[in-house]
């Protein structure tokens, strides 16, 4: 009597039964009920509480409910998923006209490559002749429709003329692409202000000239696309960067604050924050302090498999993205990974980016004060290490490139 007393009480005091939480599967159940018990009173008291009829009738109840969120999850990720296809296939880049700032290699060039492949027309905006040159025969080669122009977007009078010259030849410029960017890395002490000036006016300053040269015309045709390439560095501030991350930051600010106002006149703006991509472009960064060390830890990480991203893929995305008017996009689970950490976070990030740093080479004597390309420095990381982003130096017209 004092066992079934006790098994009662078990059974009133208890919500929701072993059964219902899944702790204690029904087959189980269906031994006990077929008189396959265990032995020892505190095993049978266990049994005979999990498997009551309340029990088994809350686990089907806790199944029903399973059954309706798994299903409502699918149809919202179903209809999440056929609505960025409906939006992509809504814009399509045939016959439409793309003006892409630093577009004669790396990234831009891959980009232009995309947009010709698909019946677009590009206008590439570079400094350097050579490069221009280059970028001609490889888009001639595929037959694509294009115009190079010749620009320093650290002068403004050239940006506007160069803009003039695009519309006066395609009549129009659909989709603006700032890509230009240029990588200074190196400690602190190494930078000057006219390392943060030169940023801030390629990063910040030249979008924003032709955001604001583009946008009334835009107005005028009734829509477009703006598409600025920031990065994981505009979202995080990254030790070595100073000068890059803080114009970053500039750039990625403005094409925020100016997405939800230029919506209402129907053109899209998409901030992209790239982590690290195998664009090819680590032969022309810059590099201060110990320019060997320096750049044996850039060159390694933007040839990582794991941890970089193809340009070729990255372009895909980027175009996927400016095509349904996405907001925001970041790139590589990495970034993803780091900005929603700095996110969530914040003091445990300032945290591992201070261990980060005393990784990273000390300051050097003056002659660290000295810039550097890539391309000029001796390396000190095995060929294997790199050979990634070397085949994309190649592949994207990096080679050779003039130092800013």
Request: proline content about 4%; hydrophobic content about 40%.
């Amino acid at each position: 009597m004092k066992l079934r007393a006790s098994i009662a009480s078990t059974r009133e005091r208890r919500p929701i039964g072993l059964v219902a939480t899944g702790l204690w599967p029904v087959n189980h159940c269906r031994d006990f009920q077929t008189g396959r018990r265990p032995t020892g009173p505190w095993l049978q008291r266990l049994f005979t509480a999990a498997c009551s009829e309340r029990s088994v009738s809350d686990y089907r109840v806790v199944k029903i409910y399973t059954r309706v969120w798994l299903g409502a999850g699918a149809l919202f990720l179903g209809g999440w998923i056929t609505a960025r296809v409906v939006r992509t296939a809504r814009y399509s880049l045939r016959d439409k006209i793309a003006l892409i700032s630093g577009g004669s290699r790396g990234l831009g060039l891959v980009l232009a490559r995309h947009i010709c492949d698909q019946g677009g027309s590009v206008a590439l905006l570079a400094r350097d002749p050579g490069e221009l040159a280059r970028a001609k025969a490889d888009l001639t080669a595929r037959g694509g429709k294009f115009l190079t122009v010749e620009c320093d977007l650290l002068d403004r009078d050239q940006i506007h003329a160069a803009v003039r010259k695009v519309i006066d030849h395609f009549d129009r410029i659909d989709i603006l692409i700032n890509n230009a960017g240029i990588i200074e890395v190196g400690p602190l002490d190494h930078m000057t202000r006219e390392d943060y000036d030169r940023a801030m006016r390629l990063h910040f300053w030249a979008p924003y000239e032709l955001i604001s040269l583009i946008v009334p015309e835009m107005r005028l045709w009734g829509g477009g696309r703006i598409v600025n390439v920031t990065s994981v560095g505009g979202k995080i501030a990254i030790p070595h960067f100073a000068p890059y991350s803080a114009s970053k930051f500039a750039l990625t600010g403005f094409s925020d604050a100016i997405r939800t106002e230029l919506a209402r006149d129907n053109i899209q703006v998409t901030t992209v924050a790239p982590g690290l991509m195998r664009t090819g472009s680590h032969v022309n960064a810059k590099f201060k302090g110990n320019h060997d060390a320096e750049f044996a830890w850039f060159s390694a990480s933007a040839g990582a498999p794991i941890i970089s991203m193809d340009a070729d893929r990255a372009a895909r995305k980027i175009l996927a993205a400016c095509r349904r008017g996405q907001p925001s996009l970041i790139l590589t689970v990495g970034a993803r990974a780091a900005i929603a950490g700095n996110a969530l976070f914040p003091n445990l990030t300032g945290y591992t980016m201070k261990i980060v740093n005393r990784f990273l080479p000390d300051a050097a004597d003056e002659s660290g004060a000295q810039s550097r390309a890539g391309s000029e420095i001796p390396r000190l990381t095995p060929e294997w290490m790199t050979r990634l982003a070397d085949r994309a130096t190649n592949e994207n017209n990096e080679g050779n490139s003039p130092a800013l």
